[in-house]
Each structure stands twice: as structure tokens, then as C-alpha cells.
């Protein structure tokens, strides 16, 4: 029993990828809030693929999507906050390019479709299609020490 907890424990502190990416230095994101980290530790991970459907990278509850698909939070069972954050300005399509697939409030697994995105819509708009993650809250306060500078696929560990 005792080891069964504490391999609960670890799995709740897992953060996956939440789509077929390559990671890059936040620095170089076009967005000083999101390069200077003014939120909280940032990735970043630039889309693989023309249409993707983005995941839930921790199990948890889905405690914010914005009803226009750009952005979405996970707040997971530990009381670290993730946010994912689609693009850059994407507000602005007020969802056009965005389909969302999961509701603010419910409890989600890791791996579940959160929404899908056609990236190439957003590309064709002329928006930056980087894809952000950003702790928002972490109990511990310790920083995570993600993955850098590769490609990472969707459900793969961000985590080193």
C-alpha cells in the first residue's frame, strides 16, 4: 500500500506534452509577457502539425477555458496551475481557428482532447502560432526543470 501512494503521488506530478511540438527559448517568443515569464515558468513549443487537437498535460480540473479556444487551465490535484496559452493575440479570432472540446469546471485525465486547433487558419491570419505553458501555481516552489530545444511529442513528459 505504501508504494501505491507513491506512485500516485508521482503520477499526479506529471506534465505531458499537449501536442506534437518543438521546444524553443521562451526569450525568443514575441510576446514580452511570455518571454519574461511575467506569469509564471514558461515553455514553449512551436506546432508540428497544420491541425492539431491539444491535450490536458496533467490530470486535474479544467478550471478556465476561455469560450474562444485560445487558452485553457488545469489545476491539478497537487495545487500546481497550468496554463496553456494557443498562439499569440489569438483572442482576436474570437474562436475562428479554434474548436473547443471540454467544459470549465470538469475533472480531466491527462491526454484528454481539450480543443482542437487549426493552426494553419491562424497562420494564414498572420498570428503567431506558439504554443505557451505556464505555471501559474507550483506549492512548491521549486522550479520544474523542463525539457529544452527538441521535439517532443504529444502525451511525452515535459519533465527531465
Excluded at 53 to 65: C, F, I, K, N, R
Excluded at 67 to 93: Q, R, S
Excluded at 117 to 130: A, E, H, I, Q, Y
Amino acid at each position: 500500500m505504501f508504494f501505491r501512494k507513491k506512485r500516485e503521488e508521482k503520477e499526479s506530478k506529471e506534465i505531458v506534452s499537449p501536442l506534437n511540438g518543438k521546444l524553443f527559448p521562451i526569450e525568443t517568443v514575441q510576446d514580452d509577457v511570455f518571454a519574461q515569464q511575467m506569469m509564471g515558468q514558461t515553455i514553449a513549443l512551436e506546432p508540428l502539425k497544420g491541425k492539431d487537437t491539444l491535450l490536458s498535460p496533467a490530470d486535474g480540473v479544467l478550471e478556465v477555458m476561455y469560450p474562444t479556444g485560445h487558452a485553457y487551465a488545469v489545476k491539478m490535484k497537487n495545487g500546481m496551475g497550468l496554463l496553456i496559452h494557443i498562439g499569440i493575440d489569438t483572442v482576436e479570432l474570437n474562436g475562428e481557428g479554434f474548436t473547443v472540446l471540454a467544459k470549465q469546471g470538469e475533472k480531466i485525465k491527462m491526454g484528454q482532447p481539450i480543443v482542437d486547433v487549426d493552426f494553419d487558419t491562424l497562420k494564414v491570419k498572420g498570428f503567431d502560432v506558439s504554443v505557451m505553458l505556464i505555471v501559474t501555481q507550483n506549492p512548491g516552489g521549486e522550479p520544474i526543470a523542463f525539457k529544452q530545444n527538441m521535439t517532443v511529442n504529444a502525451m511525452e513528459s515535459l519533465v527531465l
